[in-house]
């Protein structure tokens, strides 16, 4: 099971929005291998046990600021027409029960250790970043060079830049 979808993958589709790490409607789909309006309708048909806080729908705005990172089309031409839905940790779980389905509930075990390791990894950047501010305490305003090696510490702690986006279409070799 976990040789098919590495956990790297399902990462990458975990957003933060409205102070929540959520995975959208149509990659939630994607991994539980139904359609992304199947998995709405069993939301809709199961509302009691999807509060608001374990799946809401985006707003235009918030739409337009992911638009790099999802795949919209312009009505009448295909694809997405509807404003998706997030899904925190709680709701993919959820889904995974309401879908009812052996890939969705074998899924949904990766999802929530996505979820968990990213969890994880906040704390301990959190508790790292704390204990740094504490040497910086003890040490003082002297010692330039402290300073300096703390800068560095905090510089290899950022995430790393994104990745070059791939060209679409037919890129001719170059000689």
């Known amino acids: 099971m976990n040789d098919l979808i590495p956990v790297e993958r399902i990462e990458n589709k975990i957003l933060l929005l409205r102070g929540h790490k959520v995975i959208l409607s149509n990659d939630l789909a994607e991994l539980y291998n139904v359609l992304p309006k199947r998995l709405i309708e069993q939301v809709k048909r199961n509302l009691e046990k999807f509060p608001d806080d374990f799946v809401f729908q985006l707003t235009k705005q918030e739409v337009m600021a992911l638009k790099s990172q999802i795949a ?43 979820f968990v390791k990213i969890r994880k ?9 704390d204990r740094i501010k504490e040497l910086e305490n003890k040490v003082g305003e002297t010692d330039s060079e402290v300073k300096y090696l703390f800068e560095a510490i905090r ?7 994104l990745p070059p ?11």
């Open 72 to 114: 919209t089309s312009k009505k009448g031409r295909g694809g997405v027409r509807k404003l998706p839905y997030a899904f925190t940790e709680h709701g993919a779980i959820m889904a995974a029960n309401v879908l009812n389905s052996k890939k969705a509930c074998e899924m949904s075990i990766l999802v929530v250790r996505t």
């Open 121 to 129: 990894t906040s704390f301990e950047i959190k508790e790292i970043s």
């Open 155 to 161: 510089q290899l702690m950022a995430p790393p830049p």
């Open 165 to 175: 986006k791939r060209k679409i279409g037919f890129q001719p070799d170059s000689l």
